[in-house]
């Protein structure tokens, strides 16, 4: 499986295949969602055919989910090998939260891909909202609905046993 993989990349022209995917400048970044190559210039999503679109069609929901702003999943180069990812949503819960007001923590997750010659480094921004940031480290509102559960079913017990 790899070995096909090797040939077919080298028979393909290599002009063709590094070519951002909405003009003739040099690809860059891929974006995360429509998979497609992209320069500097279209690599974030208002910027590019499939994700503007998208994003177009999206807009009603994509709402902070505390006080009902629009937020606006993002992603931007900023040099040749250095791209960003905004998606806008809460890591713990899944919901959108906006930048302003409501994002209560910031990490980053970074990752490296190579392409071709180069090494490209991701940043995907992650978001805690109000309620997600004090438990960032058990994994958000799902993570402590898990928790209640167990201890729910630890109070059952002892109360089953305390009653006469
Ligand atoms: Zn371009
Ligand atoms: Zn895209
Ligand atoms: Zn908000
Ligand atoms: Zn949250």
């Known amino acids: 499986m790899q070995d096909t993989g090797e040939i077919k990349h080298i028979h393909r022209p290599v002009t063709a295949s590094r070519r951002c995917h909405?003009?003739?400048?040099?690809?860059?970044?891929?974006?995360?969602?429509?998979?497609?190559?992209?320069?500097?210039?279209?690599?974030?999503?208002?910027?590019?055919?499939?994700?503007?679109?998208?994003?177009?069609?999206?807009?009603?929901?994509?709402?902070?989910?505390?006080?009902?702003?629009?937020?606006?999943?993002?992603?931007?180069?900023?040099?040749?090998?250095?791209?960003?990812?905004?998606?806008?949503?809460?890591?713990?819960?899944?919901?959108?939260?906006?930048?302003?007001?409501?994002?209560?923590?910031?990490t980053e997750d970074v990752m490296i891909v190579r392409e071709g010659m180069r090494g490209h480094r991701y940043q995907y921004v992650n978001r805690y909202c109000d309620l997600c940031a004090p438990l960032s480290s058990v994994g958000g509102i799902k993570g402590l609905a898990r928790f209640i559960v167990v201890a729910g079913t630890i109070a059952a017990t002892i109360l089953f046993f305390l009653r006469p």
């Open 22 to 106: 909405e003009c003739s400048d040099e690809a860059l970044g891929r974006c995360p969602d429509c998979g497609f190559s992209f320069c500097q210039d279209h690599f974030p999503k208002q910027q590019h055919a499939p994700c503007a679109e998208k994003q177009m069609k999206l807009a009603q929901t994509q709402v902070c989910y505390v006080c009902g702003v629009q937020v606006y999943p993002d992603q931007w180069s900023l040099s040749k090998t250095l791209h960003f990812v905004d998606q806008f949503t809460c890591r713990g819960c899944g919901r959108h939260i906006c930048d302003a007001l409501h994002t209560k923590h910031k």
